[in-house]
């Protein structure tokens, strides 16, 4: 099975990562990994899903809520942890 490419305005509307970031990402050696094809620059499917499940995440987790109780009020908090 042959790996899918993606141009670079795919990979941009996709992330929603600016076409001008992810070019400049490429000169300074950071960003998804990509490969060039002559002048053509493609981001292979399997390095983006990798590269995506990489990046750091935030938010709340409702299933990793940890009940804390406030010394200070005697009241409980919910905190992510």
Do not use: C
């Not at 076409?19 to 990994?33: A, D, F, H, I």
């Not at 750091?56 to 987790?61: K, Q, R």
């Not at 010394?71 to 942890?81: A, D, N, Q």
Request: zero cysteines.
């Amino acid at each position: 099975m042959s790996e899918q490419y993606l141009t670079e305005i795919q990979v941009a509307e996709r992330t929603r990562i600016s076409l001008k970031t992810l070019r400049r990402w490429r000169l300074e050696n950071r960003g998804p990994k990509y490969s060039k094809f002559g002048s053509l620059v493609r981001y292979g499917e399997g390095d983006l899903i990798q590269w995506e499940q990489a990046q750091p995440s935030g938010g709340e987790d409702p299933t990793q809520r940890i009940r804390v109780k406030s010394e200070r009020h005697g009241i409980s908090l919910r905190k992510s942890g």
